[in-house]
T-cell receptor, first 113, second 114 residues
């Protein structure tokens, strides 16, 4: 059974710092991996999707990488800002039908000014 | 486009009451899913649909029913609410498949069962 783990559970950094959020999965047979942002009391906002044939995706200050063989994905945030404070979730697409995302429990990021 | 919409935003039920959580999308997505989010448990799949008239169970389907009569709508029904169903419910949709299958989520419904 696929399991997704995110470490650390919480992270506090000063504004301007570059940081990396980690996501690991137990079964390398994933079809894609998606990173989301969730603000308190809100829904999930899709940040980046990495297909299984890709190694990384970039959007603005965000860069996500995927290494299926080691069962790892990372989300790199450059020059962090207080507005980046949120919970970041990674999710692995585990079935060929494309219907079931397996989520990690998230990393709650706090960026202080 | 409105994306994925959910109603209501908040709901309080008494044990044994029934209700329907509504979900709609205007992106012509074939795939729609329901998840629940609980503290310490993360998001878990309840039911999903790969198209109108086709539904299947996810990881935690007990106590919930779904149907999909149109591409746009995917309601989730609680037939007899229990306190264990207190949670935040999210609906998601996507084009499906395993390629560029980006999933989009609604804003959620916060349900409390007393």
């Amino acid at each position: 059974k696929q399991e997704v783990t995110q470490i650390p559970a919480a992270l506090s950094v000063p504004e301007g710092e570059n940081l990396v959020l980690n996501c690991s999965f137990t079964d390398s047979a994933i079809y894609n991996l998606q990173w989301f942002r969730q603000d308190p009391g809100k829904g999930l906002t899709s940040l980046l999707l990495i297909q299984s044939s890709q190694r990384e995706q970039t959007s603005g200050r965000l860069n996500a990488s995927l290494d299926k063989s080691s069962g790892r994905s990372t989300l790199y945030i450059a020059a962090s800002q207080p507005g980046d404070s949120a919970t970041y979730l990674c999710a692995a697409l585990a079935n060929q039908a494309g219907t079931a995302l397996i989520f990690g429990k998230g990393t709650t990021l706090s960026v202080s000014s | 486009n409105a994306g994925v919409t959910q109603t209501p935003k908040f709901q309080v039920l008494k044990t044994g009451q029934s209700m329907t959580l509504q979900c709609a999308q205007d992106m012509n997505h074939e795939y729609m899913s329901w998840y629940r989010q609980d503290p310490g448990m993360g998001l878990r799949l309840i039911h999903y649909s790969v198209g109108a008239g086709i539904t299947d169970q996810g990881e935690v389907p007990n106590g919930y029913n779904v149907s999909r009569s149109t591409t746009e709508d995917f309601p989730l029904r609680l037939l007899s609410a229990a306190p264990s169903q207190t949670s935040v419910y999210f609906c998601a949709s996507s084009y499906g498949g395993t390629g560029n299958n980006e999933q989009f989520f609604g804003p959620g419904t916060r349900l409390t069962v007393l």
